[in-house]
């Protein structure tokens, strides 16, 4: 069965430090691959997305996310958090151009 | 006005009870999911629906049913809540094929007591 993993559940930074959180997936055929952000009371939003191509994917607010295909890893990274970047941030994969499927989820926390 | 847009946004109500959770979007899309929230158990994918005629269980249907009135509605069931149905409930809608993505509505509280 597909599967999305992140391993960080729960990650504090103070502002400027770098952030890198992982994800990886279960073998499945063509993948498609999200990150989303969900700032506190809100509903989920697209970060970025890779489809194909570049395997560096730039996204919003700084965001950016490398496609390693050989480690089935879609990891998201940002050089400098600031304290605004608090939220929860889900990789999801769509398997096939069928449904999502969405990791646990990493709650940021950002220290100002 | 959100793309996909839920009601009601928050809801508590007694166990046993009978309660429907509704999905309107705007997108255009085909394909509409409910999932649940739940701490540390990130997105569970209780149905979806790649058109009006199409109906699939996700991982945890169990205790909820959903109806496809229509291409832009899709509406979530509970036929008698219980506490550990006390969740986060997201409905979202996506197209299909490569450039995708899935957009979410702002969500429904409910809380079985």
């Known amino acids: 069965a597909q599967s999305v993993s992140q391993h960080n559940h729960h990650v504090i930074l103070s502002e400027a430090a770098s952030l890198e959180l992982g994800c990886n997936y279960s073998y499945g055929g063509t993948v498609n691959l999200f990150w989303y952000v969900q700032y506190p009371g809100q509903h989920l939003q697209l970060l970025l997305k890779y489809f194909s191509g570049d395997p560096l994917v730039k996204g919003i607010k700084g965001f950016e996310a490398e496609f390693i295909k050989s480690k089935f890893s879609f990891n998201l990274r940002k050089p400098s958090v600031q304290w605004s970047d608090t939220a929860e941030y889900f990789c999801a994969v769509e398997y096939n151009f069928n449904k999502f499927y969405f990791g646990s989820g990493t709650k940021l926390n950002v220290k100002p | 006005d959100a793309d996909v847009t839920q009601t009601p946004r928050n809801r508590i109500t007694k166990t046993g009870k009978r309660i429907m959770l509704e999905c309107s979007q705007t997108k255009g899309h085909d394909r509409m999911y409910w999932y649940r929230q739940d701490p540390g158990l990130g997105l569970r994918l209780i149905y979806y629906?790649?058109?009006?005629?199409?109906?699939n269980k996700g991982e945890i249907s169990d205790g909820y049913s959903v109806s496809r009135q229509a291409q832009a509605k899709f509406s979530l069931s509970l036929e008698s809540a219980i506490p550990n149905q006390t969740a986060l409930y997201f409905c979202?809608?996506?197209?299909?094929?490569?450039?995708?993505?899935?957009?979410f509505g702002q969500g429904t509280r409910l809380t079985v007591v």
């Open positions: 629906s790649f058109d009006v005629k199409d109906i």
């Open positions: 979202a809608t996506s197209g299909q094929g490569i450039n995708t993505e899935a957009f």
